[in-house]
């Protein structure tokens, strides 16, 4: 089964840029079979999806953050990251990566597979 | 509409069968498949039906998930005092073309 792990500084502050990796092990990132994600949950919310990545440099984002976001892999290191720009304290979330399975070609079938532990990073001065 | 509506609370005793719904619109659950997943305190979320109805390895058959319409629903029987949780669905919206979550339901084994 993969495994996954996120990293990165917990503490970010206001207008400065939140940078988060997931390290995969068990599987390899440039398989070509998964897409790979990252889901936040905001204290005492939702989930909320952020965006997908596929090897082939395919992405999808979430249309509410398209504008601060940017998820990118490396094969090398066998990780992917997260890259959200101009933050406030709204974006204060445990932050989620995760492998997504799908049945079909359309994103209309894809889930989340498997998921990291989660890294709780909050947005102060 | 671009929102996936659950009832946010849920009981039911131990042994009991409990059904949690999901009500989206032909924009979201009506065009594409629902997946369920169910999160305990402090943990991450664990994947528990995909494709509407199937379980991954290792989710007992008590579990089961289905659609009518654009309305989808999470079905447990035999409730085990493990299985107080949250159960959140979430498809894929065509409209906003993005993922959409619920807002969760919170699952009390009485």
């Known amino acids: 089964q993969v495994q996954l792990q996120e990293s990165g500084p917990r503490l970010v502050k206001p207008s400065e840029t939140l940078s988060l990796t997931c390290t995969v092990s068990?599987?390899?990132?440039?398989?070509?079979?998964?897409?790979w994600s990252w889901i936040r949950q905001p204290p005492g919310k939702r989930l909320e999806w952020i965006g997908y990545?596929?090897?082939?440099?395919?992405?999808k984002y979430n249309p509410s953050l398209k504008s601060r976001v940017t998820i990118s892999g490396d094969t090398f290191k066998n990780q992917f990251s997260l890259k959200l720009s101009s933050v406030t304290t709204a974006d204060t979330a445990v932050y989620f990566c995760?492998?997504?399975?799908?049945?079909?070609?359309?994103?209309?079938?894809?889930?989340?597979?498997?998921w990291g532990q989660g890294a709780l990073v909050t947005v102060s001065s | 509409q671009s929102v996936l509506t659950q009832p946010p609370s849920a009981s039911a005793t131990p042994g009991q069968r409990v059904t949690i719904s999901c009500s989206g619109s032909?924009?979201?659950?009506?065009?594409?498949?629902v997946n369920w997943y169910q999160q305990l305190p402090g943990t991450a979320p664990k994947l528990l039906i995909y494709?509407?109805?199937q379980r991954p390895s290792g989710v007992p058959d008590r579990i089961s998930g289905s659609k009518s319409g654009t309305s989808a629903s999470l079905a447990i029987s035999g409730l085990q005092s493990e299985d107080e949780a949250d159960y959140y669905c979430?498809?894929?919206?065509?409209?906003?073309?993005?993922?959409?979550f619920g807002g969760g339901t919170k699952l009390t084994v009485l």
């Open positions: 032909s924009s979201n659950i009506g065009g594409n498949t």
């Open positions: 990545m596929h090897d082939n440099g395919n992405g």
């Open positions: 494709n509407t109805n």
């Open positions: 068990g599987g390899s990132i440039s398989s070509g079979s998964y897409y």
């Open positions: 979430t498809t894929w919206d065509d409209s906003l073309n993005g993922v959409l």
């Open positions: 995760a492998r997504v399975g799908r049945v079909g070609l359309s994103y209309g079938t894809f889930y989340f597979a498997d």
